[in-house]
């Protein structure tokens, strides 16, 4: 069984809500079942756009959930959805201090590719999202957390924007880079490219 | 099937994809082998998700119902 490491035993209230036993700790648990007909999936999150965000989280809870292994790697846009609630600014000299100014960091932030109106867009998708219980990609990504999604930090994508660990999220991978996901490819997990 | 037998449940009613599936994969691992759960839930595409769910991850999809919008489905932990 493989235990994820966590600061605390967890979950976030989506999760919770609707069961009626405490969640076991077997919970924090990858959930094995399957996992030997499913090989790995990886997931390669390029853009930080709302929708394609949603489209990753969704698709890794939902895998982890079928007991399947799950990795996410994060790069370039995609980047930014690691970013803490509560960090405006990242970045050590002006142009990644600009970038981070002109593309707010936060999977909370993430604007929608088309009609984002200036944050109205994702206003309302979001509110929609609320109105048909459908789970946001911020409690998503922590629901994979909690199902032992490994969640991969590009190190080169840290270094051009200027990104410190202490800017991301906790329970992350250590960062790796291009041939780390070449690798996992060559050993048999699935790529899928969002 | 006996009704009784069912011990646990999820209420995933009024939540959509993915957030039935990921409840009951947790709930389910409170089971022991071969213990009964039930899954209520509105979503119209759950029906099928649990059928794949169930395939996948091995565990019986004993029973699939609607009423009234509601959706019902019992699993067997394998």
């Known amino acids: 069984m493989t235990t994820i490491t966590r600061p605390e035993t967890y979950l976030p209230a989506a999760l919770m809500d609707g069961l009626d036993d405490p969640v076991p700790d077997e919970a924090l648990e990858r959930v094995e079942e399957g996992a030997a007909k499913t090989g790995e999936l990886l997931i390669i999150c390029e853009s930080g756009d709302l929708e394609r965000t949603w489209a990753t989280t969704i698709l890794a809870s939902s895998a982890a959930a079928s007991g399947q292994k799950v990795s996410i790697f994060f790069t370039f846009w995609g980047f930014f959805p690691l970013v803490k609630p509560g960090v405006r600014i990242t970045g050590t000299n002006w142009m990644q201090k600009m970038l981070s100014v002109m593309n707010r960091p936060g999977i909370d932030h993430a604007k929608l590719s088309k009609l984002n109106f200036l944050g109205m867009g994702p206003w309302m998708m979001k509110k929609l999202a609320k109105q048909y219980g459908v789970a946001e990609p911020g409690e998503l990504l922590e629901m994979a957390q909690a199902l032992g999604v490994r969640l991969i930090p590009c190190q080169m994508s840290m270094d051009l924007m200027g990104i410190r660990r202490e800017d991301l999220i906790d329970g992350l991978e250590e960062p790796a880079g291009a041939a780390t996901v070449l690798q996992m490819i060559a050993d048999g997990a699935t790529p899928l490219f969002i | ?78």
């Open chain 2, 1 to 78: 099937m006996t009704v009784a037998s069912i011990t646990h449940r999820v209420d995933a009613r009024g939540l959509s994809c993915p957030l039935p599936i990921v409840r009951t994969a947790i709930a389910i691992k409170a089971l022991g082998s071969g213990e009964l759960i039930e899954v209520l839930a509105t979503d119209p595409g759950s029906t099928k998700d649990f059928t794949a769910w169930a395939k996948t991850t091995g565990h019986e999809l004993v029973e699939s119902s609607v009423t009234d919008g509601v959706y019902r489905f019992v699993l067997r932990r394998k």
